[in-house]
């Protein structure tokens, strides 16, 4: 009660903002000029609440992740219930019901040959520690040389060292840390729209630099179909095809990233069924919680996994909030809802929505391509547009959005109904048309 209370409390929303503004850093923000940020007091379905009461559809599901919506009774309740039990016990030498039963039902759920589940704490680590497992692999299996990873141009993977290696090198990371982060291979961005007859051009052009340093190369990392925080493309289902034969052929390892397009996001449960391949090493993460709490994991084959284990092998990774009891029992609720609920009808109807009403967006003026792939919309201008406008516009509108760069785009909860998500295109729409973005 004490704590609700606290949380209650708003002895003074100034004092409280001007300390948020002078003190607390938010994501990509700068610490003396921060950009405009909403006080939120709840979130309930698909709306957040603020501070003043004003209600917010919310078009983002926090980044990818709360797709059952807010506030979840069955998702609740399991917190509540492993509360009573154990937040969080060390995962060295100890495990529990809550982590035995979530590893169980990735392997159930995820490509069928994928056996060994390594539990993350974000999607960042889960995707440090795919990277040490095809070194290690690669070490184990005598290859030595093959150190580096191969990658595309335009991808997202994280905002730790050996994660910001593999994003788009123009994304302002790379030039940055240049000293630090390893230099890996890149591609150019897969050129061939998912929604459009599949242009070879860019995989032949992948081939042949791999080709080139295939001997240096322990494994190729790609998001599937959709390249999401390095700019909202989707790509043809036949590029990612031939990554998995060029890597077969080149005998190096697929890691695929499926930590936002993972858990029924694009239509499918996993983005890379579209393809038709399965990876050798796949990280899951973002809607793993239904959003409630930070936890991925890395999922190997067997192959990877014993190899790496031969001879006494370990894997050098093991943070300290592994398996987090909470986050564990969170998540076997979230995909216990996944699976009794009919994801897919919700999603493919989200898609046929988003279609239908972020289509009048085509003929505004600066509006460069609009498109959608399962529950994702995107705008994407032919300028960068002013975030911090647009966000008060959407405020007042009454929408949670949060643009970047040239991109206006939603992945709302699957939950979202129909003239929720015609509202929420209705403001991009207005938006546009009023000039806001600029
Ligand atoms: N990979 C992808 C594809 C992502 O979209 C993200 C998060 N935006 C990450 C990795 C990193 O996950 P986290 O922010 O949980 O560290």
């Known amino acids: 009660l004490n704590v609700l209370d606290a949380n209650d409390r708003v002895p003074d929303t100034a004092d409280a903002m001007r300390f948020d503004r002078e003190h607390v850093w938010h994501p990509y923000t700068s610490a003396t000029n921060p950009l405009p940020t909403a006080r939120v007091r709840s979130a309930r379905g698909v709306r957040i609440v603020l501070e003043d009461g004003r209600e917010l559809i919310d078009g983002m599901a926090s980044w990818w992740c709360a797709i059952h919506g807010y506030g979840h009774p069955e998702l609740d309740a399991a917190a509540r219930a492993q509360l009573g039990r154990m937040c969080h016990v060390m ?9 035995i039963e979530l590893c169980r039902t990735l392997c159930e759920m995820t490509p069928e040959s994928l056996e060994h589940v390594f539990l993350a704490d974000s999607g960042s680590v889960s995707v440090e520690a795919a990277i040490k497992m095809a070194l290690q692999y690669m070490q ?28 788009d090198p123009d994304n302002g990371m790379h030039h940055l840390f240049s000293g630090l982060l390893p230099q890996q291979i890149f591609a150019p961005r897969p050129d061939c729209a998912f929604h459009e007859p599949f242009d070879p051009a860019s995989l032949d052009e992948a081939a042949h630099i791999l080709e080139q340093n295939s001997e240096h190369v322990a494994a190729i990392i790609v998001e599937p179909i959709v390249q999401g925080a390095g700019g909202m493309r989707f790509y043809h289902p036949h590029y990612l095809k031939g990554l998995r034969e060029l890597a077969d052929k080149h005998g190096v390892l697929l890691i695929l990233d499926e930590i936002a397009t993972g858990f029924g996001r694009t239509g499918k449960l996993f983005a890379c069924e579209w393809s038709n391949v399965e990876p050798d090493i796949m990280c899951v993460g973002k809607a793993l919680s239904g959003g409630c709490m930070t936890l991925a994991a890395t999922l190997a084959t067997r192959r990877v996994a014993h190899t790496i284990s031969a001879d006494g092998g370990v894997f050098m ?66 300028e ?55």
Not at 91 to 99: E, K, S, Y
Not at 140 to 165: E, I, N, P
Not at 345 to 361: D, G, H, K, Q, Y
Request: charged share 15%; with cysteine.
């Open 91 to 99: 995962f060295g030498g100890l495990t529990h019901a809550p982590a």
């Open 140 to 167: 184990a299996d005598g290859q030595t040389k093959r150190t580096k990873l191969f990658t595309v141009r335009g991808g997202y993977h994280g905002d730790t060292c050996g994660a910001m290696s593999v994003c």
């Open 317 to 382: 990774h093991g943070p300290t909030f592994m398996g987090n009891p909470l986050a564990c029992a969170v998540a076997n609720a979230s995909l216990g809802l996944l699976r009794t609920t009919d994801w897919k009808t919700r999603v493919n109807n989200i898609e046929t929505w988003l279609n239908e009403s972020l289509a009048p967006c085509r003929s505004l003026p600066g509006v460069a391509d609009v498109r959608v792939l399962g529950a994702i919309g995107v705008v994407e201008m032919n």
């Open 384 to 438: 960068a547009v002013n975030v911090a406008r647009l966000q008060e516009f959407f405020i007042e509108k009454g929408v949670w959005l949060r643009p970047f760069g040239r991109l206006i785009y939603m992945m709302p909860a699957y939950v979202m109904a129909r003239n929720e998500i015609g509202q929420l295109a209705a403001t991009v729409f207005e938006a546009i048309q009023t000039n806001r973005h600029r």
